[in-house]
């Protein structure tokens, strides 16, 4: 998979889950804001009540479907940004998530006209904004950003960790069972001559790990080699493609 093919799945995979969370919010407004057993057959009520979670379980199978490519990586996915070799999100997991969320805020709109318009509106400015965060998964989501200074991580927490902070990984193995795929970087510890071990969970990257951990393992070995970092000709090279 190229980093174009990569970066055309991840922002066709955002913007669906985008649109089927605005769906979601959509129908869901529907039946809360303009079903009235008045003026609304039982039948439609009833469709418009089920029709969000309908959308929702259809969406989750389409993505695993349509969005295969980003389940399995191949080794070379990694986008090329110019300046730095960016680990994407999994947009499959957080276009999941963001339909998740936004589901979730709809359940909290009111129209009871029984209760006050002052209160209907504190409830739905409340119901707004646990929506609205539904799109912070798609703009804010886990990344790792490989630059000429050295990593950004955002998974699992932020750290930022220069070149000089990581040193070659030892032949003395990782001590602990992993289970799910983690980075293990060896960084250096102030005060201390043995090394210590950061682990960067990538259940939530668009990545093969073996692939990511021999990048950053490159680089810490080949310094010359870091100022080419983010730029085409960097990447056929360093994936053999050149």
Request: hydrophobic share 50%.
């Amino acid at each position: 998979m190229t980093p174009g093919r990569l970066g055309r799945y991840v922002t066709a995979c955002r913007a669906t889950a985008a649109a089927v969370a605005l769906l979601i919010v959509v129908l869901r407004v529907l039946y809360e804001f303009a079903v009235a057993p008045s003026n609304t057959p039982v039948w439609l009520a009833v469709m418009l009540l089920f029709a969000p979670i309908v959308v929702l379980s259809a969406a989750f199978l389409a993505f695993g479907i349509v969005f295969r490519p980003l389940q399995n990586p191949p080794p070379a996915a990694l986008r090329v940004r110019g300046d730095a070799f960016v680990v994407p999100g999994s947009p499959i997991l957080l276009g999941r998530l963001t339909m998740g969320w936004a589901l979730l805020g709809t359940v909290f709109l009111e129209s009871d006209p029984a209760l006050s318009t002052t209160t209907r509106a504190g409830i739905n400015t409340g119901a707004a904004l646990v929506i609205a965060g539904a799109a912070l998964p798609l703009f804010r989501g886990p990344r790792i950003v490989v630059t000429p200074a050295g990593l950004n991580i955002r998974a699992g927490g932020r750290r930022t960790l220069t070149w000089d902070d990581l040193i070659r990984v030892p032949a003395t193995p990782l001590p602990l069972t992993v289970r799910a795929p983690k980075l293990a970087l060896s960084i250096r510890r102030p005060g201390r001559s043995d090394p210590g071990w950061l682990l960067i969970p990538l259940e939530l990257l668009a990545i093969e790990p073996v692939f990511l951990g021999s990048i950053v393992e490159h680089y810490v070995e080949h310094p010359d080699h870091r100022d080419a970092i983010g730029t085409p000709a960097e990447y056929a090279r360093l994936t053999g493609t050149a």
